[in-house]
């Protein structure tokens, strides 16, 4: 979900990969800075509990607070992806 910022790691812009649902997503997500340290359950919640994107609601199966929890790691600045990537993996 990091790419639906349109930043890379080094946070650099880029132009997402053309989707259905990007443009939605994205403006769910549009007041969302890298470096930006709180909690996101506002914009997360309208795509991790949509269906038609995961074929189910993650927070009805337990995994949205995680999700959440992995998000606030990925964009808390430059070469967090990386960082979070490698500790997870």
Not at 50 to 59: H, M, P
Not at 80 to 89: C, D, G, Q, S
């Given at each position: 979900?990091?790419?639906?910022?349109?930043?890379?790691?080094?946070?650099?812009?880029?132009?997402?990969?053309?989707?259905?649902?990007?443009?939605?997503?994205?403006?769910?997500?549009?007041?969302?800075?890298?470096?930006?340290?709180?909690?996101?359950?506002?914009?997360?919640?309208?795509?991790?509990?949509?269906?038609?994107?995961?074929?189910?609601?993650?927070?009805?199966?337990?995994?949205?607070?995680?999700?959440?929890?992995?998000?606030?790691?990925?964009?808390a600045g430059t070469g967090?992806?990386?960082?979070?990537?490698?500790?997870?993996?």
């Open positions: 979900m990091p790419l639906l910022l349109a930043v890379d790691d080094n946070g650099e812009r880029f132009e997402p990969s053309s989707d259905p649902l990007l443009e939605d997503s994205m403006a769910y997500l549009k007041n969302i800075k890298l470096g930006d340290a709180r909690d996101f359950h506002e914009e997360l919640n309208p795509i991790l509990s949509n269906s038609k994107i995961f074929g189910v609601d993650l927070y009805e199966v337990g995994m949205g607070k995680q999700i959440e929890s992995y998000f606030s790691e990925l964009v967090y992806i990386r960082k979070t990537l490698k500790k997870y993996l």
